[in-house]
């Protein structure tokens, strides 16, 4: 890591964060910020194992393409975690 | 706004910048529009814009030519920007012009929104290629790693490897590396400087080139041409890559490999236009200069199925400024056909703002042919650049039996051979007995692959449905909008 971060890039004074919890556990999110993002950048990178091989899945394409991310939010399953943004006291589980 | 029993003059499905030009257009001429998109707020994929959230003072750092995207945005005039909304089905409405089927928020309400005329400007998304290692945590698409960053503020990850063939990997490099990242590397897998006689045709882009090169000479990022990543590795999470040097079709050569350490790869071969709405509608496809399918138009943008428009990257691969020139040429022959004048003229004689036609310009006709002429222009240009980054076929040397094709029905690369050994000759026949594309996906993902290992040019997609749809809903239609069975 440089000195350069994408808050000071863009001069963000994000509105106080709030939590959603994920198995459990407490994870931050700036007001707009997808389920997806907000893991990722907890350094969560995968929420998701394959039905077959058991792999590991994340994020891939970004943008609701490749169903990489699917995720249960509040009981609702397979929603598409980069897509989805969270809200405040969502429970995520993943699987 | 509820998006049900509404009627418009036009609905246009993606907000974009061809599906914002457009839309600004016919409302600013007093027609009802509508313009549907999945994503939160508009701009589409290269005018990301941020939550309000982070309340950013400079939220053009991370966008060239944010200005263009605020005038798009303010110049919607009174359409109705119904966003959250994906469109699963648009066919033929029984009383005449079109429904466009979608689903509504988290809570996915279904709903239909009719329009007597359609725009498809439905943008594209990353062409990938599969390689060892592909499907761990951590390798992301180029293009889901600049969503990440201009959508949500989060850099992909500390150390990056940005890796696959085309100009948009310096974008995304330079983005990454000035919000933080530390960028370990660029690999071109074609040639290092197939862009830079072309870019020179077109000033306004030689000067964008510069300030990528500058941008990556200043957060000291080498970009490597002629490399490849051929492999990722890692237990469990992407820890570190395998870079090849590779000859001109892409075949590593002997001893020529490297090992960089990454925690995340961001690779993308191009782009892909989302065709599903297209096809579905019965819209003639064609190719594009590099073989890939595109929606057919003609000069005003018009499909082959009356009323049916398309602009943006779904008529071919072009970036935003193509996109938008587009839509704006395609918005203005929906007024006219609206209005029942020829194409090309009639909009009114006032010249649209960001055309850079001075309100000298009285004719319509006029302001036409300019646009055209610059569509022609801007074609040729982005013709070249799909010629100087094709895939080149060397990259199936990178596949073992166990590497995934398909990623959701987890389906390896030994399985497609046997089907090809048993016979399946085509995409379709291998689809059928190996089950690559047959996920969640439908096919999005690995359908180019499929199709390249089958030795045929990707063809358009065949989807009954352009997003996953409750059997319920599915169910509620009157008539299905495709018999296809694919
Ligand atoms: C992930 C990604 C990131 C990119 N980032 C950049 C970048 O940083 N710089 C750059 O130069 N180029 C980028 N591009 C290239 C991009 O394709 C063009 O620059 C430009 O955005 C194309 O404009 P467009 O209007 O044709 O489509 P887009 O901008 O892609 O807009 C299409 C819109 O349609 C919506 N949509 C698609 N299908 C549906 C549906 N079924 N229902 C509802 N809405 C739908 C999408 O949500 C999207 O907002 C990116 C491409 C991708 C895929
Ligand atoms: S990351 Fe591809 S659908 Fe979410």
Redesign the interface.
């Given at each position: 890591?440089?000195?350069?971060?994408?808050?000071r890039?863009?001069?963000?004074?994000?509105?106080p964060e709030f939590e959603v919890r994920v198995d459990g556990r407490p994870v931050p999110v700036?007001?707009?910020?997808?389920v997806g993002?907000?893991l990722?950048?907890a350094g969560v990178?995968?929420w998701r194992t394959?039905?077959?091989?058991g792999?590991?899945?994340?994020?891939?394409?970004?943008?609701?393409?490749?169903?990489?991310c699917?995720v249960t939010?509040n009981g609702?399953e397979?929603?598409r975690a980069?897509?989805?943004?969270a809200r405040p006291g969502d429970e995520v589980t993943t699987s | 706004m509820t998006a049900d029993a509404a009627t418009y003059d036009l609905v246009v499905v993606g907000a974009g910048p061809a599906g914002l030009a457009a839309a600004g257009v016919a409302a600013r001429a007093g027609l009802r529009v509508a313009v549907l998109d999945s994503g939160a707020r508009v701009g589409g994929q290269y005018f990301r814009a941020l939550p309000d959230g982070f309340r950013a003072a400079r939220p053009w750092a991370l966008h060239h030519g944010f200005s263009r995207f605020v005038r798009l945005r303010d110049g919607l005039d009174g359409a109705d920007v119904l966003l959250n909304h994906r469109v699963w089905a648009a066919g033929p409405a029984p009383g005449g012009g079109f429904a466009v089927h979608c689903l509504a928020g988290r809570e996915e309400r279904a709903g239909t929104v009719t329009g007597a005329r359609l725009l498809i400007a439905t943008g594209a998304h990353d062409r990938v290629l599969p390689f060892p290692g592909w499907d761990l945590p951590g390798v992301m698409t180029a293009g889901g790693a600049q969503a990440l960053l201009k959508g949500n503020l989060v850099v992909a990850g500390r150390r990056v490897v940005v890796a696959g063939t085309g100009p948009f990997l310096l974008p995304v490099a330079t983005s990454l590396a000035a919000a933080g990242a530390k960028v370990a590397g660029v690999f071109e897998a074609g040639g290092r400087f197939a862009l830079a006689p072309r870019a020179l045709t077109r000033p306004g882009k030689a000067a964008e080139a510069l300030a990528y090169g500058w941008g990556l000479a200043r957060h000291r990022v080498p970009y490597k041409g002629g490399r490849a990543v051929v492999a990722a590795h890692g237990d469990g999470e992407l820890t570190h890559v395998t870079v090849a040097r590779v000859d001109a079709e892409w075949r590593p050569y002997r001893g020529g490999h490297e090992t960089v350490e990454c925690d995340v790869l961001a690779v993308g071969y191009g782009f892909t236009p989302q065709l599903d709405l297209a096809a579905q509608l019965g819209c003639a496809i064609g190719a594009d200069a590099a073989g890939g399918p595109a929606v057919r138009v003609d000069r005003h943008m018009r499909t082959g199925v009356p009323g049916v428009y398309a602009a943006g990257e779904t008529t071919g691969v072009g970036g935003a400024d193509l996109a938008e020139l587009e839509g704006l040429i395609a918005g203005r022959a929906v007024v006219a056909d609206a209005l029942g004048v020829p194409a090309g003229t009639g909009v009114g004689a006032r010249p649209e703002p960001g055309t850079g036609f001075g309100p000298g310009i009285r004719s319509e006709a006029r302001v036409g042919a300019r646009l055209e002429a610059r569509r022609r222009r801007l074609t040729g240009f982005a013709r070249a650049l799909l010629r100087a980054y094709p895939v080149k076929d060397g990259w199936t040397s990178w596949l073992r039996d166990d590497t995934l094709i398909c990623r959701c029905e987890e389906v390896p690369y030994g399985r497609v051979k046997e089907a090809r050994d048993l016979g399946a000759a085509d995409a379709r026949s291998i689809k059928l007995l190996a089950r690559p594309g047959m996920g969640w996906c439908q096919g999005r993902i690995c359908g180019e692959a499929v199709a390249r290992l089958a030795g045929e040019e990707p063809g358009p997609p065949r989807r009954p449905v352009a997003q996953p749809v409750r059997l319920g809903d599915l169910a509620a239609m009157d008539e299905r909008t495709s018999d296809d069975d694919s």
């Open positions: 890591m440089t000195g350069a971060s994408p808050y890039l863009v001069g963000a004074r994000p509105e700036v007001p707009g910020q997808t993002a907000a990722h950048a990178r995968t394959t039905r077959f091989g792999r590991r899945r994340g994020l891939f394409c970004g943008i609701g393409v490749c169903f990489d699917l939010v609702v397979n929603l980069c897509l989805t943004e | -």
